[in-house]
């Protein structure tokens, strides 16, 4: 969510207007005034956004080209001139690409203005701003004629507005406009068509990311239901969009061969239909459960089919794993089933996939006894869905964590423990009812998040629970009894980095007054532990271009740093189990913390790492917390790899949480310093390497 801005603003000394912007702290919990440039959003946008990662798809560039290439051939055969319409230039790679294979004239639209002053410079600096011709508008917003943007209509069209769900980005009204106003009739689209796949799958590994499920002890004895609202939610047709192909396929039943679901023309030689929904009848190769559907897409980028630009999963390609052009702009993705099927080895059944303008969703059914509700679009009802995101669904059924947290509170509790809850959605924390506990106090600041809980303790006929909307709440209560412990995962909605979830501290240190003197606190330190890795794609996110496909990129290279400078952190957080690497280094301890007692000061760290040259060049360190619950180690909760990291192996990384990562070009190097500083009066971490 971009800061909400306020009005006033002033000069800063190198004369750029400045404003205050409000923004949550997501480890203090508080809104904090800062002081940025009033140019930050679209920085921001800028350096977050895909251009990089797209333009290092040589690929995606390569068959564009190529179909470009062939269009304008093709134009010049009929005796005709080519006229380019390039849609969402970006950089102004496809239009160099056309001028350089020949066409007449190039117009290029880009609505974001930042990239379409980018664009200008960069076709100057490759010397085309004679031959192209940039309009910073929305497609939508061209005109024809005399003295419009274009003074007559385009014969070739190229343009890529698409997402890993395809349609997302408004492709169909994009080409259903510019066919009805700024093309001719015979014009030739680049791409030509696209087709979407889809495949039926059983995974409880993948559901673990949809479905809550129950929680039982060591013993098989059930400790915590599922409340039928949430176990019978047809959950959200939101897409999940991840790199399948780092999926175990030891993890996943395939179902179904994948089938082709829709096909849209992009060529103008039919209509693109807005919403529809169409059936196919598959005959099942396995008997399992249907739980979910992969999709992935692909192009037909020229007129006679010979170029295909593919998205699918490594199991669909011909070639070898490691062979498949990697992308991060464009991914798979999983939509879940609203209910699960039961299906038996060659059963027809019949897969539903339906689309509206900008989205899809599917259905699987074991006969064709169909209702209108079939083709619903699946909507949350029960407020999980809406409240936390796949991951943390993933983590709160992850049966290893949960093992840790009720063995903990096995060893802790009993009849006198009067316990508060720091964290937001922690369900599995209701154990402590079950084992004896006096009292358990909640503070759950989303009125969702407490509907959700509240829903949970009816289900399982827990009485002794009292929720509260806030600390203050729970301060002005009457009849609170003394607290002797605290609780905490620690997890919080608003939590990105791996130490946004220190907010237990600030919140730990709001309740003191209320805490026994010998109260227990779980957990009780929290170490911050970050490694060297080679990752072999992750950082083509922020590398510079240098060159794309022989035009200079400069200019854009400049714009990214220049507003990455401005809105970024330095280290993000990132899923780094999708994105393969080789640990360059020993583990290091960054810095041990004490929940219970923090210095209100600068704390500063500042050390190296030790690289393994020769695995190879350096190019990120990744960063994780580890939360100390007590002596065991057993109980210790990581963000970080589910097993010790070995040098030159690879990781492997907590599927359920994101770790933060710091990306840079490729270092070859013995050692990388680095400094830590942790401010915890304005509540800032930071992490630089030198």
């Known amino acids: 969510m971009l800061p909400r801005v306020y009005a006033r603003v002033f000069k800063n000394y190198s004369s750029k207007m400045s404003i205050f912007v409000q923004k949550l702290n997501p480890i203090t919990g508080l809104n904090d005034w800062t002081v940025q440039q009033e140019d930050y959003d679209y920085h921001q946008e800028v350096a977050r ?42 950089t102004g790679l496809l239009s160099m690409m056309a001028v350089k294979h020949g066409a007449d004239s190039v117009v290029a639209c880009e609505a974001f203005v930042p990239m379409s002053e980018c664009a200008q410079k960069v076709i100057k600096r490759n010397g085309f701003n004679e031959k192209i011709k940039i309009i910073p508008k929305r497609s939508t917003e061209l005109t024809v004629g005399p003295n419009g943007d274009l003074s007559t209509r385009c014969n070739i069209l190229v343009t890529e507005v698409f997402d890993t769900e395809l349609i997302g980005e408004g492709a169909m009204a994009t080409f259903t406009h510019a066919h009805k106003v700024l093309l001719e009739k015979d014009c030739i689209v680049v791409p030509q068509s696209a087709t979407i796949y889809a495949q039926v799958v059983e995974s409880p590994f993948i559901q673990n990311w949809n479905k809550l499920k129950d929680v ?13 609202m949430i176990r019978n939610c047809a959950g959200s047709a939101a897409v999940h969009d991840l790199q399948l192909s780092q999926i175990n396929l030891d993890l996943v039943k395939f179902l179904t061969a994948p089938v082709p679901v829709f096909r849209f023309d992009w060529s103008g030689r039919t209509p693109l239909i807005f919403e529809q929904s169409t059936i196919h009848s598959i005959r099942a190769n396995r008997a399992g459960v249907a739980q979910a559907v992969f999709m992935w897409w692909d192009l037909q980028m020229d007129t006679e089919g010979k170029v295909i630009l593919s998205c699918a999963p490594h199991w669909v390609h011909s070639v070898a794993k490691d062979c498949i052009q990697w992308r991060d702009h464009w991914m798979q993705a999983i939509y879940y089933l609203p209910q699960e099927v039961i299906i038996n080895r060659d059963m027809e059944i019949n897969l539903i996939s339906s689309h509206d303008e900008y989205s899809l969703w599917f259905n699987v059914r074991s006969d064709l006894k169909l209702t209108n509700t079939d083709y619903l679009k699946p909507i949350c ?27 903990l509170l096995e060893k802790n509790v009993n009849r006198n423990s009067v316990i508060l809850v720091l964290s937001d959605g922690f369900y599995l924390s209701l154990c402590a009812a079950k084992l004896g506990a006096k009292k358990i106090y909640y503070i759950e600041t989303n009125h969702l998040s407490r509907k959700i809980l509240l829903d949970f303790i009816q289900h399982n006929e827990i009485s002794n629970v009292e929720i509260f909307e806030n600390i203050e709440a729970l301060q002005s209560h009457e009849h609170l009894d003394k607290i002797n412990m605290v609780f905490g995962e620690p997890y919080f909605l608003n939590n990105i980095l791996p130490w946004d979830n220190l907010l237990f501290s600030y919140l730990l240190k709001g309740v003191k007054t209320l805490l026994t003197g010998d109260a227990k606190i779980f957990p009780k330190t929290v170490v911050i532990k970050a490694l060297a890795v080679k990752f072999s794609d992750l950082n083509k996110i922020r590398l510079p271009l240098g060159e794309c496909e022989g035009f200079l990129m400069k200019d854009f290279d400049e714009l990214i740093q220049t507003s990455s400078n401005i809105s970024d952190d330095n280290v993000e957080a990132q899923p780094l189990w999708e994105y393969p690497g080789i640990a360059l280094s020993k583990t290091l301890e960054i810095i041990t913390i004490d929940l219970t007692s923090i210095p209100e000061k600068v704390i500063e760290r500042s050390g190296q790492f ?65 400094t830590f500083k942790f401010d915890f009066n304005e509540g800032n971490i930071s992490f630089r390497c030198n």
Request: include cysteine.
């Open 381 to 407: 009802e029960c407020g999980l869905h809406m409240t936390v995101s796949r991951t943390r669904v993933g983590q709160i059924n992850d049966s290893l964590r949960n093992k840790k947290y009720i063995s």
């Open 216 to 228: 039982y002890d060591d013993e098989g004895k059930l400790l915590i239901k599922i409340p039928p």
């Open 610 to 674: 030790d690289i393994e040259e020769r695995q190879g060049p350096c190019n990120g360190i990744a960063l994780w917390v580890e939360w100390i619950n007590d002596e065991d180690l057993k109980n210790v909760i990581s963000s970080g790899p589910i097993l010790s990291p070995q040098i030159g192996h690879s990781i492997d990384w907590d599927v359920h949480t994101r770790q933060g990562v710091c990306l840079f070009a490729d270092r070859s190097t013995s050692k990388i310093d680095y």
């Open 49 to 90: 956004s895909s251009f990089a990662d797209m333009l290092h798809d040589t690929e995606r560039n390569q068959k564009y080209e190529s179909a470009l290439k062939s269009a304008i051939k093709m134009m010049h055969a009929n005796g005709k001139k080519a006229n380019v319409l390039d849609i969402g230039t970006g």
